[in-house]
């Protein structure tokens, strides 16, 4: 079928051969039958010889034109049954990949909506659709995900006029990208904590508590917030599958660290950071020292709801410390653990006292965000990754008609959203565009627990398949569904003298699994919802201009990747796009 991939090995197929009517001859002999008679035609007066001969011949004619009718349109309907009989129905499947102009339809033929995709078999540009919110790509380690994908991504939207907003987890990104951003004239910010390539990329400092401090000290209905906005930070500290085999700690310390947070915020707002709120757990004294405080704490507003969940939470711990000691040093002691990464000794120590930063800005005016780790401390970094990923989200729901925001997700199992499935829901109507990078699905479903995993896959209306694990494969290949195709099956005796041949049809995936699985590294499937599939050469970021030249050499090999350039993108003034 047109337009969909080789399959392996060769398919050998047998024509049926027609043998050809005697329709020529007959014509012949009723032409020539037909010329005699109106030769020897004597007229009105004639002699009865000539009459005789003439009519004869006429009915000869007659005759040889029959059977040459008969024959020409028998051999007709055997010709054309055995044509049709070569192609194949849809009876048996009749999947097939998307054609260009379904894709044009949906805005896949410019590059005015998104990233690009690849080139599919015909090696037209295959861009983001027209709308297209969550893009799921699945690839494992060594595909490509970075430079066929991200940094194309990253580019592409910052010259669209997006903020963009882009977690480092490999440190690598930002000495790649953020020299050429700012030569650009695009306002760059990096969240370095741990002061990764300093001198090439900078710091740009946050408070990770930022929207809670922003709900706390707004507007009466902003405050409505601010507990949540604390659970959640709870939530994220602490995370809890749901398989623990006693729930009642996990649950009890993230009471602790949401306390914490909202004590802080209430008392010292300038230092309302995971430093001080880990400093609080694991100091006992101090923590019920605060408790205390909070007991007898007074504002102006007597109806202070957000001051009276705070009093009543410090009750219950006061309570349970005076009541049950060792459950209390549970409670404390689960959560100091989560925050350890915090401590005041370690590369997040203090983070976020001194900023005059705030992540809202995003939705205020176009910033490119890339919040850099250390690639050797990416277990630590985690936390630091969730929380400002939560403060981005957070940024967006305040300001719904803020900036258009795109987030480059890469490797996003390293990092958590306090609820991912609920926030998807949230965000396709707040102008904002996900791409999230996985290695597998198996490590989705682990991170999120597998009715949510199967939930973001649904929720993806792009899905981008590559490299895959024979399980996976076999999910792609049903997907791809099945198609009709012509088989002839051939018998002959021992001595061969002549072949039987029988035609018929069958089903056959587009692509069986280990054909999936077999596919080259920078080969993918590429599903929209709505479309049919459409199978992509990924290209590197070395093989489109001016993307090549504004990639600088990876921090980890050293290098940058060369190649012949295969596409043009040309940028207007106003970041209008225009690739040939």
Known sequence: MKGTPAIAGKVHRIKARVPRAPANRVMLMATSFGVLAAATWPGLNGDGMLVGISGLSAVMSLAAAGRAWKTLRRDFQLRHGVAVSEQASAD??????????ERAARGMDTQEHGGLLGLDDEGHPVWRPKNGFLCLVEMPPGIGKTSNLVIGSILHYAMLGHSVWVPDVKDELAVMLVPHLRKLGFEVWCLNAAGEHQAIVGDTEVNLYGPFLDALYGTRKQRRKAIKLATDYAALHH???????????????????????CAVGITDPANCIPTRVYELLTDPVQFLKLCRRMQKFQTMDKDDLVLDVVKREARNLMYRAAKNEENFASFLEGASQKLISFNSSGMFGNYGASTIHALSDIRERQIVILVITPLAEMREAADFISLANHDLVAAVKAKPDGHPVHIVGEEALNYRFSDLTSNLETLRQLRVTIDLYIQSFNGLAIHYGKEAAAAIEA?????????????????????????TISRQDISFSATVKELGIASREMARPMMKPNEVGAMQRNQAWVFVAGLHPTHVTMLSYAQAWPWNIWVDPSPITGTRLHAETVLTITYGSKGAPDAR
Not at 92 to 101: D, F, L, V
Not at 239 to 261: D, K, L, S, V
């Open 459 to 483: 929720y993806a209306d792009i899905r981008v398949y590559a490299g895959l694990t024979y399980g996976r494969a076999k999910h792609v290949s049903e997907m791809l569904s099945d198609r």
């Open 239 to 261: 995370p809890m599958t749901g398989n623990e085999p006693q729930p009642y700690f996990g649950h009890g310390a993230r009471r602790a660290i949401m306390f914490a947070i």
């Open 92 to 101: 048996h499947g009749s999947a097939r990949q998307s054609t260009r102009e």
